[in-house]
């Protein structure tokens, strides 16, 4: 199996009925992005930038930021990377940063993500500079983690507007282009679409905190691990309204979460609308696989009737459909 995923690399995740999907990974350390040759993915839909923080004892200076990014973007070439700034905090805390910020009881709930890097302008700017001054003469693709309101996106892009600008009075060179988006996780941005979806390029749902979110059930705790599955209606339900409102925009709209890298999960997800994929490496083979079996409009349909009536094994409805359609 192993050698006939490999086999896979170059050829395109297109379904049986001849939509192309696009397959990005998940990344977050330099040699992550070898995984782009091996897999023969279509670049890196999210690039965890808080991994650099998490591997070190002090705060990564801007030069070593800057190094990183570099070296990414080089690795990938033409294929494109989409940077998540930090998403520190939660279950990613740091001793160096995060000390100050007394015992949480619910971390993934608290001081995380963009609602600390908002307010520690400095490291968020330092982040900026980095990224701005890495993809000089190229395409940078900023997305933003724990988004729960749209103004708190409008601040963290003239933070990086700012500082354009900024290098832009120093004479020195800029990215061709900034494009900015979103990460779709904390589940209160899905009701501010309508002033959210017009600032932005790109739209990624986390459906690791979504769900967590949704559910209010810790990602982390192995007692509910089993209890609440991504095939459930809530959360396709949730997802599918989503993809109306994106088209309309013209935003680009992805899953980022693990949620894609499995099979039965991710020909649901292509089946209420999902076009684009960031998943775990080793997924990619299993997903094109299965997504070179499928019939878009076949699945579309079901899904259809599915959503609108659901039984309470929605599991066992889509593995059952898979066999019967030979996924
Ligand atoms: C998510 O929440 O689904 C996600 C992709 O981000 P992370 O797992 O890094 O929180
Ligand atoms: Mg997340």
Redesign the pocket.
């Known amino acids: 199996r192993k050698a006939a995923f490999a086999a896979l690399r170059d050829v395109p995740p297109t379904t049986r009925d001849g939509h192309r999907v696009t397959v990005m990974v998940n990344a977050g350390l330099r040699d992550d992005v070898a995984a782009l040759d091996i897999t023969g993915a279509d670049g890196i839909g999210?690039f965890?930038t808080e991994f650099q923080f998490l591997v070190s004892a002090t705060l990564p200076q801007r030069e070593r930021q800057q190094r990183l990014y570099k070296e990414v973007l080089d690795a990938a070439g033409d294929r494109p990377v989409i940077f998540r700034t930090v998403?520190i905090g939660g279950d990613k805390a740091l001793p160096y940063l995060t000390h100050d910020n007394g015992e949480e009881e619910n971390p993934a709930m608290g001081w995380r993500a963009l609602r600390l890097a908002l307010e520690r302008g400095g490291l968020m700017k330092a982040q900026a500079r980095a990224l701005l001054e890495a993809a000089a003469g190229r395409t940078l693709n900023v997305m933003f983690p724990m988004v729960s309101e749209a103004w708190e996106f409008d601040e963290a892009k003239a933070l990086f507007e700012a500082q354009r600008a900024w290098i832009q009075g120093r004479g020195r060179k800029l990215p061709l282009e900034v494009r900015y988006g979103a990460m779709l996780?904390v589940p209160a941005l899905a009701e501010q679409l309508d002033l959210l979806l017009p600032k932005l390029e790109f739209l990624s749902i986390?459906?690791?905190?979504?769900t967590q979110f949704l559910f209010a059930a810790d990602r982390a705790n192995p007692k509910l691990a089993e209890r609440y599955d991504w095939l459930s209606p809530s959360i396709l339900r949730f997802i599918a309204r989503v993809v109306g409102p994106c088209r309309e925009a013209g935003v680009a709209l992805a899953v980022?979460?693990e949620m894609g890298g499995r099979t039965l999960e991710a020909m649901a997800l292509i089946g209420v609308g999902i076009d684009r994929l960031s998943i775990t490496p080793a997924a990619v083979g299993p997903i094109k696989a299965m997504l070179r079996s499928l019939d878009r409009g076949a699945i579309e349909t079901f899904m259809t009737g599915l959503l609108a009536n659901p039984p309470r094994d929605m599991r066992g409805a889509l593995a059952d459909w898979a066999t019967r359609t030979g996924v």
């Open positions: 999210l965890r998403d996780e986390g459906t690791n905190d979504l980022c979460g």
